[in-house]
């Protein structure tokens, strides 16, 4: 190697060692100029991890607590201390459990698909057919077909014939009601 060589590999060398300084130290005049910025930052990410895990935790062990209860109330529906633990931790399972163990399924919740329950099997018993519509009406009624032969037995029952047969006509040929629907129409065919 010629000394001519060996100076541009010693200004390349100085020059790339100039650089790294240079960008090192507009990195610390940038740290400095937005340091508490920065730092603002840094714990606000570290308490949002750091809450949110906690947050977590907690669902997670209440859903635990709150399952066991439920399995140990289900065993025993007679134990009201787990009962009350279990509506003060977890208000639906409560509803859910309460429904589950009553003997007469026409108690009052608040889980929405329970209380539609409900409301179908008082509005069955007592011959209603007014919530019988408007249970049919709901977009989240589960039984709306079953509600719909139910609410065309009624009408037969109270003779009104033209109605019951208008009622079994909405009910869709795919429903699981539609056998029932089919004889029920075919018995209203001699009325």
Do not use: W
Not at 41 to 69: C, D, F, G, H, P
């Amino acid at each position: 190697m010629s000394i001519k060589e060996n100076v541009s590999y010693i200004k390349d060398e100085i020059s790339s060692e100039e650089k790294f300084f240079e960008s090192f130290f507009k990195v610390e005049k940038f740290y400095k100029k937005y340091k508490f910025a920065i730092i603002g930052a840094v714990i606000t990410i570290i308490s949002y991890i750091a809450i949110t895990s906690i947050i977590n935790y907690q669902k997670e062990k209440n859903l635990t607590i709150s399952n066991n209860i439920y399995t140990k109330v289900l065993a025993n529906p007679k134990d009201t201390k787990d009962l009350a633990k279990l509506k003060e931790i977890n208000s639906k399972l409560y509803d859910i459990t309460k429904y589950q163990i009553s003997k007469d399924k026409t108690i009052t919740t608040n889980v929405e698909y329970l209380n539609n329950i409900t409301r179908y099997n008082k509005a069955v018993q007592t011959k209603d057919i007014k919530t019988l519509d408007s249970l049919i009406l709901n977009p989240n009624f589960l039984l709306k077909d079953f509600a719909l032969f139910n609410k065309a037995l009624i009408l037969c029952d109270n003779k009104n014939y033209t109605k019951a047969k208008t009622t079994l006509a909405t009910i869709p040929d795919n429903s699981p009601v539609s056998p029932l629907s089919n004889m029920l129409k075919h018995y209203l065919l001699t009325k």
